[in-house]
Nanobody
């Protein structure tokens, strides 16, 4: 069964950066659109960024200019570079494709 595992979350101060990783097993990520989603407490899960198999990327307005999604085919991993973080970015972050189900996610907490 295809599976994605998220990692890289943690506690960071406002203005700081984190780089999340989404690693696939039994799935070749370069063949799929991979989306990064976040779910803050009490809110619905929402799409933050995605990278298509072509390499084209899209971002939610709230993260444009701050987040960057990329893919490293050799490691079968998709990354989410998160810069200029603020407390509103606090959430559990997930990655997903159409061929996979939701994983455990990785917690990002932005706080001083």
């Amino acid at each position: 069964q295809a599976q994605l595992v998220e990692s890289g979350g943690g506690l960071v101060q406002p203005g700081g950066s984190l780089k999340l990783a989404c690693t696939g097993s039994r799935i070749t990520l370069r063949a799929y659109t991979v989306g990064w989603y976040c779910q803050a407490p009490g809110k619905e899960r929402e799409l933050v960024a995605k990278i298509e198999s072509s390499g084209r990327t899209n971002y939610a307005d709230s993260v444009k200019g701050r987040f960057a999604v990329s893919r490293e085919n050799a490691n079968n991993t998709v990354y989410l570079q998160m810069n200029s973080l603020n407390p509103d970015d606090t959430a559990v972050y997930y990655c997903k494709t159409t061929a996979t189900w939701w994983g455990q996610g990785t917690q990002v907490t932005v706080s001083s």
